[in-house]
């Protein structure tokens, strides 16, 4: 099945973002701090977050800029090229993931690595990778005195500079394979790259577009090791925003009655009872984008959707509901010998579903 629909504009509470820890700027190295922050430059703060690779599918990045979504000014830094060397993987930054970051209200900065070492475990891989800091730190000036939203600096950027940062980025990986004695990827491909960005916006997002089809049609194909699903009904969904970006995402489940459809979005556990908080939170990215979901067709006809996060274990037994009454939630913990921290989570999460318009479900693996 094919669903389309568009987002105008971002709803949202949230309630589980992790407690920051607090960076002053003269002490901030992009390296050393944790996934994600506060800094705080005299007057001003900012919750940073940041991504060890441009590819969205790599160390759960959702959950880190799902921690900062309640500070008001929000900067996340992306690597837009992450080469691991030649027997590892090789991935570029996307439009779609600038796309979702502005439409976040997130201000983006491009970065580029400039060292790594050997991995002792492959013959041609690196580790260990480092930001350019100075470049990470003079981008957070830069935002301090810009006084438009993430999506104007995020398109300048796009627009002026990732040209530039790509050739930084290119010639820092040349310096890596001279400094480390690994083999990397063709720099034929970062020319490429460069090639298909161009300065224009709008060949980056076809070129971007592209390979987001494609691995969404191989998504479609698989089932992930983290689902565990009653169905294997998938399908594709691309949703619209107002900036023309297209995200380009395969719904793990759905499910049709009359007029509405329903988007189940899956998380499995075989051997905790409750999925990680990275992979939960990295669902929750995935509710606020449907629950704001206007428009909807599903094959060529007008729907209405409702939004579920589906939570499964091995260790669990029966099924519980975010609209479930007080009582049978008690009774659900109970029997499954929930920890009062698993509780409290638990709590937590029905109560942002609640309050979001979203259905949590979890329950044991069909």
Same mark, same amino acid.
């Given at each position: 099945?094919?669903?389309?629909?568009?987002i105008?504009g971002?709803k949202y509470k949230v309630?589980?973002?992790?407690?920051?820890?607090?960076?002053?700027?003269?002490?901030?190295?992009?390296?050393?701090?944790s996934t994600?922050?506060i800094l705080?430059?005299?007057?001003?703060?900012?919750?940073v977050?940041?991504w060890?690779?441009?590819?969205r599918?790599?160390?759960?990045p959702?959950e880190?800029?799902?921690?900062?979504l309640?500070?008001?000014k929000?900067?996340?830094?992306i690597?837009?090229?992450?080469d691991?060397?030649?027997?590892?993987?090789r991935?570029?930054l996307?439009?779609?993931?600038v796309?979702?970051?502005?439409? +976040?209200d997130?201000?983006v900065?491009?970065?580029?690595?400039?060292?790594?070492?050997k991995?002792?475990?492959?013959?041609n891989?690196?580790?260990d990778? +480092?930001?350019?800091?100075?470049?990470?730190?003079?981008?957070?000036k830069?935002?301090?005195?810009?006084?438009?939203s993430?999506?104007h600096?995020?398109?300048?950027e796009?627009e002026?500079n990732?040209?530039?940062?790509?050739?930084k980025?290119?010639?820092?990986y040349?310096k890596?394979?001279?400094?480390?004695?690994v083999?990397?990827?063709?720099?034929a491909?970062?020319?490429?790259?460069?090639?298909?960005?161009?300065?224009?916006?709008?060949?980056?997002?076809?070129?971007s577009?592209e390979k987001?089809?494609?691995?969404?049609?191989?998504?479609?194909?698989t089932?992930?090791?983290?689902?565990?699903?009653s169905?294997?009904?998938k399908?594709?969904?691309?949703i619209?925003?107002?900036?023309g970006?297209?995200?380009?995402?395969?719904?793990?489940?759905?499910?049709v009655?009359?007029?509405?459809v329903?988007?189940i979005?899956?998380?499995?556990?075989?051997?905790?009872?409750?999925?990680?908080?990275?992979?939960i939170?990295?669902g929750l990215?995935?509710?606020?984008l449907?629950?704001?979901?206007?428009e909807?067709e599903?094959?060529?006809?007008?729907?209405k959707?409702i939004a579920?996060?589906? +939570?499964?274990s091995?260790k669990?037994a029966?099924?519980?509901r975010?609209?479930a009454?007080?009582?049978d939630?008690?009774n659900?913990?109970?029997s499954n010998?929930f920890?009062q921290?698993?509780?409290?989570?638990?709590?937590?999460l029905?109560n942002?579903?609640l309050e979001?318009?979203?259905?949590i479900?979890i329950?044991?693996?069909?």
């Open positions: 099945m094919e669903i389309l629909g568009k105008t971002i309630l589980l973002s992790e407690d920051l820890q607090t960076v002053e700027i003269d002490k901030f190295n992009i390296n050393k701090v994600a922050c705080k430059d005299g007057n001003a703060s900012y919750a977050s940041k060890v690779s441009p590819k599918t790599r160390s759960y959702y880190r800029v799902y921690n900062t309640n500070v008001s929000k900067i996340t830094v690597p837009i090229i992450k691991e060397g030649f027997d590892g993987d991935d570029f996307q439009w779609d993931t796309a979702l970051m502005s439409l +976040l997130v201000f900065i491009f970065a580029f690595y400039d060292k790594a070492t991995n002792p475990n492959y013959e891989k690196i580790t990778f +480092l930001f350019d800091n100075k470049h990470v730190v003079s981008k957070i830069e935002i301090k005195q810009y006084h438009s993430a999506l600096w995020n398109l300048n796009l002026n990732l040209y530039n940062i790509v050739e980025a290119k010639k820092s040349a890596i394979e001279k400094q480390t004695g083999l990397l990827h063709s720099q491909g970062i020319e490429n790259f460069k090639k298909k960005i161009g300065k224009d916006v709008a060949i980056f997002m076809e070129f577009r987001a089809q494609k691995a969404q049609s191989r998504e479609m194909l089932t992930q090791p983290k689902e565990s699903l169905t294997n009904t399908a594709k969904i691309t619209t925003n107002y900036l970006g297209k995200y380009f995402f395969t719904v793990d489940e759905i499910f009655e009359k007029d509405t329903y988007l979005e899956s998380k499995h556990s075989k051997r905790s009872i409750l999925p990680s908080k990275g992979d939170k990295d990215l995935k509710m606020i449907y629950t704001n979901l206007c909807v599903a094959n060529g006809a007008k729907k959707t579920i996060l589906n +939570l499964t091995t669990i029966g099924e519980i975010s609209d009454t007080v009582y939630r008690a659900f913990f109970d010998s920890s921290t698993q509780i409290k989570f638990v709590d937590d029905m942002e579903a979001n318009g979203f259905l479900k329950g044991g693996a069909k």
